[in-house]
Nanobody, 125 residues
Framework: QVQLVESGGRLVQTGVSLRLSCQAS????????MVWFRQAPGKEREFVAASTWTGENIYYSDSMKGRSSVSIDNSKGILHLQMNSLRTDDTAAYYC??????????????????WGQGTQVTVSS
């Protein structure tokens, strides 16, 4: 059974950087697509960033493009999300998810069967 555990979320001020991590275990396939989504109170879940297992293909949401970086250490099953220049509208619970293989569209949440419990990021002005 795949388990995903997120970490790194905390209360920060605008403009700072934060690194989130997702530790995966119980992986049985040779390749996965791993992704970050986030959900703010009263809002729908939204795609943040994704990586294929080898890191060859990286995807970012428009809101994160240019101020974030996603990386994967597939030898350890860890997905990182480095976020810079944080804004108050980045405040949300951030969730990691994984799906076997390489997804044609990694931005769709329903493609992922395995989700972590989330880590809270709060950006204060």
């Amino acid at each position: 059974q795949v388990q995903l555990v997120e970490s790194g979320g905390r209360l920060v001020q605008t403009g700072v950087s934060l690194r989130l991590s997702c530790q995966a275990s119980g992986l049985t396939y040779t390749h996965y697509t791993m992704v970050w989504f986030r959900q703010a109170p009263g809002k729908e879940r939204e795609f943040v960033a994704a990586s294929t297992w080898t890191g060859e293909n990286i995807y970012y949401s428009d809101s994160m493009k240019g101020r974030s970086s996603v990386s994967i250490d597939n030898s350890k099953g860890i997905l990182h999300l480095q976020m810079n220049s944080l804004r108050t509208d980045d405040t949300a619970a951030y969730y990691c998810a994984a799906a076997p293989g390489r997804l044609l569209d990694p931005t769709v949440g329903s493609h992922y069967a395995n989700w972590g419990q989330g880590t809270q990021v709060t950006v204060s002005s």
